[in-house]
């Protein structure tokens, strides 16, 4: 059961936008700690997607962009491509009392038909 | 080429020991927090534990407290991950991460730019 909740999966067709949800709670994304997302392709290590809720790394298409509001998060992707099929993960931070540290989501799979 | 290394995995009993290292080049390594995250086969990212860049903020996750121990040499550009008491359940593949910004006070609030290719831990008798 991860801290941060997204769907197991999310699709669409070339060239549509998809978005992928990342829903927290007080002590973490609505404590206004920043989200971050990742993208995994098969057999690699995690790539920085999003930086800082609503930035891009240099050399990440601007089809993809985050946005955050109150406990949540999402990541927007438009224009999708064959490429992009992956695993998708939010992170942030929690201050709970058991403990701070990272938090991520559960991850989502998309699959570009 | 900014790189993370990792090494020191590899099949142990239940119960016993394990140190993981992680190389760093490329970067001014003590000028940057580092973190320890997980991935079981065919599971999530799960985040192990992170250190500041001076190592006064240390955290680690529910999972591994009392049992995994965190540290890094800056003379060396090496961060470390001491496991004791193994379990079944820490088998996972182990990447090393690098945060994005450097002295950040609290090791965890940013994001994590840089990512080795994993190292693997298989804890079974």
């Known amino acids: 059961q991860s801290v941060l909740t997204q769907p197991p999966s999310v699709s669409g067709a070339p060239g549509q936008r998809v978005t992928i949800s990342c829903t927290g709670s007080?002590?973490?994304?609505?404590?206004?700690?920043?989200v971050h997302w990742y993208q995994q392709l098969p057999g690699t290590a995690p790539k920085l997607l999003i930086y800082g809720n609503s930035n891009r790394p240099s050399g990440v298409p601007d089809r993809f962009s985050g946005s955050k509001s109150g406990t949540s998060a999402s990541l927007a992707i438009t224009g999708l491509q064959a490429e992009d099929e992956a695993d998708y993960y939010c992170q942030s931070y929690d201050s709970s009392l058991s403990g701070p540290g990272v938090v991520f989501g559960g991850g989502t799979k998309l699959t570009v038909l | 080429e900014v790189q993370l290394v990792e090494s020191g995995g590899g099949l142990v009993q239940p119960g016993r020991s394990l140190r993981l290292s992680c190389a760093a080049s490329g970067f001014t390594f003590d000028d940057y927090a580092m973190h320890w995250v997980r991935q079981a086969p065919g599971k999530g990212l799960e985040w192990v534990s992170g250190i500041s860049w001076n190592s006064g903020s240390i955290g680690y996750a529910d999972s591994v407290k009392g049992r995994f121990t965190i540290s890094r040499d800056n003379a060396k550009n090496s961060l470390y991950l001491q496991m004791n008491s193994l379990r079944a359940e820490d088998t996972a593949l182990y990447y090393c991460?690098?945060?994005?910004?450097?002295?950040?006070?609290?090791?965890?609030?940013?994001?994590?730019?840089?990512w080795g290719q994993g190292t693997m831990v298989t804890v079974s008798s």
């Open positions: 007080s002590s973490n994304i609505g404590a206004g700690y920043d």
């Open positions: 991460a690098k945060d994005m910004r450097n002295r950040i006070a609290v090791a965890g609030i940013d994001a994590f730019d840089i």
